[in-house]
């Protein structure tokens, strides 16, 4: 015979496991609630017959459950049974004198504490919450693992029925006697270290509950990475908080850090695009700093697969995409792998990827390119973010608002007539923002971001950083401005120059073309709008956005020069927004 305690809060799943056990010869031992439950089986015709394998575990202590149940297994007869070590002779002999039950298993969760908290019960109900026994019978059949499994989740059943299976099955193949205790160690250390686990934590919850400056946090290792940030950093590591899911799969590559900060950073813009604005969204990420972002325009004026719409994104600014990470909201298929497997890139994330897809993109760069499935992300999930740097650490809550058009209501300046394009222009600015290094400007266009000036000390510099990118992006989509590159390259004899050669050349022709050939690009710039992460401080700012055709301008307001800002919008026929919500990012 073989003998179980069974003690449970959450009784799910135990109307199999009992008489699974009760099949193979076990007394189950039980207590309260977990007892009655059990009793109701054995009144089911089927499991009648099990009814003297049910026992109270007062009939081993000889005492009653005491003080309203807080005290019901702490006993020697029951503790003994559970920590006795069934090859110590010395253990067995005791046990035997003193007429204690050897226990194979126990099967025991705990009160649920941090249920209740979050319930915002009272402190002393709180307090009727924290479990006494259930840790102890826990942490005595851990410590004894080589003697005695032990289930402390539900999900744990099926693969301990299963164990008990396969011996079954061996036993019947050896023609040798069906023996229990042959469960092997590394099964029983495997539940061991969970029931470890699920003890700390609960003891963590109840930490934090008693002292409210502990934050106490579970770091699981989920994956090695190569090495860190730069190659000296020789320990990296993914790791999840409080066991929280990673937001991708890996289908294949060997992920890096700094592809991690891209894959997530680019994964939530192009989702925020995407439930905003409803259209799927491509990103193209460089050093956590986004450098093209565009959406699937209206498939009524244009069918436009998400190849054509990462394309406008890497078109953006393509000597910056030259090894980005690829962020895609919605299904890559054949024709978008083709596309991607051709441009130099270090990995993409997606949603889902169809078969032939999956297989091209797992052949680029010799088998070893990135390739993420991203997982659905909860925007209205309270979160919080968690960062530790020369021995201290960071903590705020995460935020996960949406910009969308609720944001977009205050009007500040004498214009305000504004149309849906711009509307969704300034969004996808706005959100292009939220993922960029502060300080930061987005200048955004028909459906795209076309300049981005991120991390700059001054927001002077971002503008001028933003503009002068967002100015290239309209010469390179000119006849004209392409034409004149041609022909300085057949005058200069340089032909057989390779695709990136030729991007490199066509940015240094345009940062040295004349005054007056600038301006001409330049006045070329229409309805442009322009978001900034933080308050715009002085008229200046709008003095420098007027340069490069900015008609609409989104920022936070709350400056005390606000009145001269608007003022300067006023001056050059701008409208300008007032979110009252910061962008910062670091």
């Known amino acids: 015979m073989y003998n179980a305690i069974v003690s449970v809060t959450d009784k799910t799943g135990l109307n199999r496991l009992v008489p699974f056990l009760w099949n193979r010869n076990f007394n189950i031992f039980s207590t309260g609630g977990t007892y009655n439950y059990i009793e109701n089986l054995t009144n089911q015709p089927e499991h009648e017959k099990f009814k003297s394998r049910l026992h109270k575990v007062s009939d081993v202590t000889k005492f009653p459950e005491m003080l309203g149940g807080r005290v019901k297994t702490l006993h020697p007869n029951i503790l003994g049974g559970i920590l006795a070590c069934h090859i110590n002779k010395e253990h067995m002999d005791e046990i035997q004198q003193h007429n204690i039950p050897r226990f194979n298993l126990v099967v025991a969760n705990l009160y649920q504490f941090q249920k209740t908290v979050d319930s915002g019960a009272s402190h002393d109900t709180i307090i009727e919450n924290i479990d006494i026994g259930g840790p102890t019978l826990i942490r005595s059949a851990a410590k004894n693992y080589k003697s005695v499994c032990v289930l402390t989740n539900p999900e744990q059943y099926s693969r301990y029925m299963d164990e008990l299976l396969s011996i079954d099955e061996y036993s019947i193949t050896q023609s040798i006697e069906v023996d229990y205790n042959r469960i092997g160690d590394t099964f029983k250390y495997n539940l061991a ?34 090495y860190g940030m730069n190659p000296n950093n020789e320990t990296a590591a993914i790791c999840s908080f409080n066991d929280e899911e990673l937001p991708f799969t890996v289908l294949n590559g060997n992920i890096g ?12 813009l192009v989702n925020e695009v995407k439930t905003v604005l409803e259209k799927d969204c491509c990103a ?39 090894g980005d990470f690829i962020a895609c909201s919605g299904h890559i298929d054949e024709k978008s792998a083709e596309y991607i497997s051709k ?54 809550d995460y935020d996960n608002t949406l910009f969308n058009r609720s944001l977009l209501k205050n009007i500040v300046t004498d214009k ?49 950083l933003a503009g002068q990118k967002a100015l290239l992006w309209f010469m390179r989509n000119d006849n004209h401005f392409n034409e004149c590159v041609e022909n300085e390259i057949v005058r200069l004899g340089k032909t057989g120059m390779s695709k990136q050669e030729k991007i490199t050349f066509m940015y240094d022709y345009a940062r040295n073309l004349s005054v007056a050939d600038n301006a001409i690009y330049r006045n070329s710039m229409k309805d442009v709008v322009m978001s900034s992460d933080g308050f715009l401080p002085f008229a200046d700012n709008i003095e420098e956005a007027c340069k490069y055709g900015v008609t609409h301008v989104v920022n936070p307001g709350g400056s005390n020069g606000d009145d001269g800002v608007t003022s300067a919008c006023d001056k050059y026929n701008m409208v300008m927004f007032h979110t009252g919500k910061r962008l910062f990012f670091h």
């Open 257 to 268: 850090y700094i592809n991690t900060l891209d894959a997530i950073g680019s994964w939530r």
């Open 284 to 322: 193209s990420f460089k050093h956590t700093i986004p450098t093209g972002v565009a959406v699937r325009v209206d498939k009524t004026i244009r069918n436009e697969s998400l190849a054509d719409v990462y394309k406008r994104a890497r078109n953006v600014d393509p000597l910056s995409s030259f």
């Open 193 to 226: 270290r969970d029931a470890f686990k699920n003890i700390a934590e609960y003891d963590n919850n109840i930490n934090s509950y008693f002292n409210k400056d502990i934050v106490n946090l579970t770091i699981r290792e989920k994956r090695k990475l190569k």
């Open 343 to 396: 441009v130099v890139s270090d990995g993409i994330i997606a949603k889902s990827y169809s078969k032939e897809a999956l297989d091209i993109l797992s052949n680029k760069k010799g088998g070893n390119y990135v390739v993420l499935s991203g997982e659905q992300i909860d925007f209205e999930k309270p979160s919080r973010e968690y960062r530790s740097m020369y021995g201290l650490s960071l903590v705020q």
């Open 416 to 464: 305000r007539t504004t149309t849906i394009q711009n509307i969704e222009d300034m969004i996808i600015a706005s959100v292009s923002l939220k993922y960029a290094q502060s300080n930061s400007i987005a200048f955004a266009h028909n459906g795209q971001l076309i300049g981005l000036g991120a991390g700059q000390q001054n927001r002077l510099d971002c503008i001028r």
